[in-house]
């Protein structure tokens, strides 16, 4: 039988409270951290969106269409896509405003509810930006990348500096890199990066004494308005992380690009040890509930052997950065049995 889904808070106790020690400006204490407080206590309160009583300087940020400057400890911030989302409250500032992924109720509920509270809705991840609500906001700066908003970053800046790294997904360690450059921040970046390095480390020693280390990790998602069910291979979030992890791949999935399609009559290459599939969109509209049903479904081993299970997309395809990648990781060692 396949285990109890893990819940978000249960895989937060489960990164240990030394995991993020140092992620914000005090050390946490010893109850579940929850990553990005804004006063490094755990709690996950929201950051005062108000100016900082001591002013400082200006920041100059190598940003994709190049230099841009920032004021100096922002906190005033609107992030446009999942990315700076996921590195603006990793970092400790809960954002005046964020766009959500458009077949998306919300934001990503990896989040605490409390934090997300305090963030207004400005439309719609890679629409053309609302001008007049971005501008109410007041912000200080916008982040987002020309993957998203490359024909927006012009009208953007005439509402405030805007950073935008290249692209997403794969790179979003880099990324993470400006986003703290541009929140001045480069103290707590440096403590979230080490962070990674102990799960990481915790979780390779896991997966080794465990016996999972050799899991061939199969991750299929279903998108609405797509033809074809997405296998995703090694250049995309997850895929990176399991990379981090060493954890193996099947073949067909072990290239490098970001992902392969197949149909759902055909589903030999979305076969693994362990496989984890999500959809975006209405399951009805994406393919999920038609192919799940398939013979060619039902027909693929790790379904046979109950080794198939569902994952949040907001999370696993979704959750690009430091906070997503441990929650990712907690949730697949669980899986595998390696927690």
Not at 77 to 106: E, F, Q, R, W, Y
Not at 186 to 213: C, I, K, P
Not at 239 to 249: C, E
Not at 276 to 286: E, H, K, T
């Amino acid at each position: 039988m396949p285990p109890p889904p893990l819940s978000r808070r249960a895989a937060l106790a489960g990164l240990g409270a030394a995991l993020l020690t140092g992620c914000g400006p005090r050390a946490l204490p010893a109850g579940p951290p929850l990553p990005g407080a804004a006063d490094g206590t755990g709690t996950g309160a929201a950051t005062p969106a108000t100016p900082s009583p001591s002013p400082r300087p200006d920041v100059t940020v190598p940003a994709a269409e190049g230099p841009v400057t920032v004021p100096g400890g922002a906190v005033r911030v609107i992030t446009l896509d999942t990315a700076g989302l996921d590195s603006a409250m990793t970092l400790g500032i809960t954002p005046v405003g964020a766009a959500k992924a458009p077949l998306d109720t919300a934001l990503p509920a990896y989040w605490p509810a409390s934090r997300l509270a305090a963030v207004t809705l400005v439309g719609d991840i890679g629409a053309p930006p609302d001008t007049a609500a971005l501008t109410a906001l007041r912000p200080q700066l916008v982040l987002t990348n020309l993957a998203r908003d490359a024909e927006h970053t012009a009208a953007l800046q005439e509402i405030a500096p805007t950073v935008a790294t290249r692209t997403t997904g794969a790179t979003w360690k880099e990324d993470f890199q400006l986003h703290a450059t541009a929140l001045d921040r480069h103290g707590q970046a440096a403590a979230v990066v080490a962070a990674y390095g102990r799960h990481l480390d915790q979780a390779r020693n896991a997966l080794s004494s465990s016996g999972t280390a050799g899991q061939r990790i199969s991750l299929v998602r279903f998108v609405e308005g797509s033809p074809t069910v997405r296998l995703y291979a090694r250049q995309n979030f997850p895929g990176s992380v399991l990379a981090d992890l060493g954890l193996p791949r099947p073949a067909p999935q072990n290239t490098d690009r970001f992902d392969t399609g197949t149909t759902p009559d055909q589903l030999a290459a979305a076969d693994g040890d362990l496989l984890l599939y999500a959809g975006y969109g209405s399951p009805d509209r994406n393919g999920l509930h038609t192919t799940l049903a398939s013979p060619a479904w039902q027909a693929l081993n790790a379904v046979r052997t109950h080794r198939a299970f569902p994952v949040d997309d907001q999370l696993w395809f979704q959750g690009i950065g430091y906070t997503g990648a441990h929650f990712l990781i907690a949730e697949l060692l669980y899986l595998l049995g390696a927690n």
